[in-house]
């Protein structure tokens, strides 16, 4: 079939929220991440905020009907910034969450401000895995992307010094070895907007400015 660029399908959430990350999956699904507030509904359901700002996730088969939506977040302002689809389909997004906040059976606590999450959801978009990374300051993912052999990379900003799971770690531009089977790559640097990719190497790409280490 020849690509005209013609719209296949267009859909909107019924509600208050911002869509902020898209990704593709092999078999022509698609999954979005953002933030919400009070309610909103893609079309598998209402969900409801638990207090300011949640993010969620919502999978979309190739025509557009949505398969499943999923939400997370606590009493203050989280949300989700990125979103990837591995090569088993499952669906993992990242971002920034307060306080504390359930995701399946895991509860995650922020170390201080906002913490990273990085939340993998199943097929029916039931949480497989939450995981949590952060600083007593100010830490956000803004990108995500899966590799082959379950390889993930996250990106983001941190007010350091923060722990992948091999030793606390400050500076700018740090490579992290395997973390709970992911291999994670972090930059201590500021982000204003940042998109990545893996292959047989990571890709970076964003708006970046240095932190002054003194």
């Given amino acids: 079939m020849p690509m005209t660029g ?14 902020y990350a898209v990704a593709a999956g092999p078999d022509g699904s698609v999954a979005v991440a953002g933030v919400f507030r009070d309610t909103i509904d893609f079309g598998a359901g209402p969900m409801a905020s638990a207090g300011e700002n949640d993010g969620f996730a919502a999978l979309f088969d190739e025509d557009g009907n949505c398969v499943w939506s999923a939400r997370f977040g606590g009493p203050f302002d989280d949300g989700a910034n990125a979103v990837t689809i591995d090569e088993d389909g499952e669906v993992i997004v990242t971002g920034s969450f307060q306080g504390t906040i359930q995701v399946g059976i895991e509860t995650l606590v922020s170390a201080g401000s906002y913490d990273v999450p990085v939340i993998g959801l199943d097929g029916q978009g039931e949480p497989v895995r939450a995981l949590r990374f952060g600083s007593p300051g100010f830490d956000v993912g803004y990108g995500i992307a899966a590799g082959p052999g379950g390889a993930l990379v996250v990106m983001g900003s941190s007010a350091g010094p923060i722990d992948f ?11 992290f070895s395997q973390c709970r089977a992911w291999r994670i790559l972090e930059t201590l640097l500021q982000v204003a907007e940042a998109h990545c990719r893996i292959d047989k190497h990571a890709a970076l790409i964003g708006r970046f400015k240095t932190v002054d280490q003194a």
């Avoid at 091999?166 to 740090?174: K, N, V």
């Fill in 165 to 175: 799971g091999g030793g606390s770690r400050t500076g700018i531009m740090q490579d």
């Fill in 6 to 19: 013609e719209p296949l399908w267009a859909i909107r959430g019924d509600g208050l929220g911002s869509a």
